[in-house]
Structure formats: structure tokens, C-alpha cells
């Protein structure tokens, strides 16, 4: 998974608000759903709730166990796709667009990082 994507994940979910909360129960920078909460507890034999993914270094670990689970070897848009549309979601056409503004914010992420490795060389 690329580095940053994550980040870009953060700000479209969320702006990077922890303390985020959606309209259907989801929590946190990355709005998480206490069923994929559930779902990671079944796959990694944890036992987090969801409250707890308030909490970015949590967040951060369901989140990456998830789409590790899920998205092996697949390419970052297609991961975006399964964190919106679930373990089938970069099949879905209703995550194609969702999977394009992750990307266009993954770039602009990668643009910005360049830049400064660019300042710190000069």
C-alpha cells in the first residue's frame, strides 16, 4: 500500500478530524463502521469497538489490517474503492468516482511531498 494513502483517505473522509462523526454511525478521521470494526476483531482476533477508532493510531491499524485483508496486491485506487464500497467494492461501479477522488488527492499528497524533499535539497 502506498505510504500516503492513508493520508489521502484521512482527507477525504474526514479533513483529518479524529473526532469526525457520519450520519450512518461512522467515527473518526478515516469514518469507520463498527461493522468493519467487527470485521477486523473476526481477521486479526483482536477485539477493539468502535468507539476506539477515534483514536488515529487505531484507526490506522483496523484501517490497514482491513484493506490488507481485502485488497492484496491490488493498486491504491482499487483499495479506496474496497475502504468505501467493502470487501467487493473496487467491483462495484458506485466506488468508481470515490476511488478517482482518493487518487486526485493521493497525488496532490505525493505533488506536495515532492516539494518539500525539493526545498530540503537546495
Do not use: C
Not at 461512522?26 to 482476533?45: F, K, Y
Not at 479506496?80 to 468516482?97: C, D, H
Amino acid at each position: 500500500m502506498h505510504p500516503l494513502l492513508l493520508s489521502a483517505l484521512i482527507q477525504i473522509e474526514s479533513g483529518g478530524n479524529d473526532l469526525a462523526k457520519g450520519r450512518h454511525g461512522e467515527l473518526g478521521a478515516l469514518q469507520i463502521r463498527a461493522i468493519l470494526v467487527r470485521d477486523v476483531n473476526r481477521i486479526m482476533g483482536t477485539h477493539y469497538v468502535h468507539s476506539q477508532v477515534t483514536n488515529r493510531a487505531t484507526a490506522t491499524f483496523i484501517a490497514n489490517a482491513y484493506l490488507s485483508h481485502y485488497g492484496k496486491n491490488l493498486s491504491d485506487e482499487s483499495l479506496a474503492r474496497i475502504w468505501q464500497g467493502g470487501p467487493k467494492g473496487a467491483k462495484k461501479s458506485s466506488t468508481r468516482a470515490y476511488g478517482r477522488r482518493v487518487m486526485r488527492e493521493l497525488h496532490r499528497q505525493q505533488d506536495i511531498s515532492l516539494a518539500g524533499t525539493n526545498e530540503t535539497r537546495r
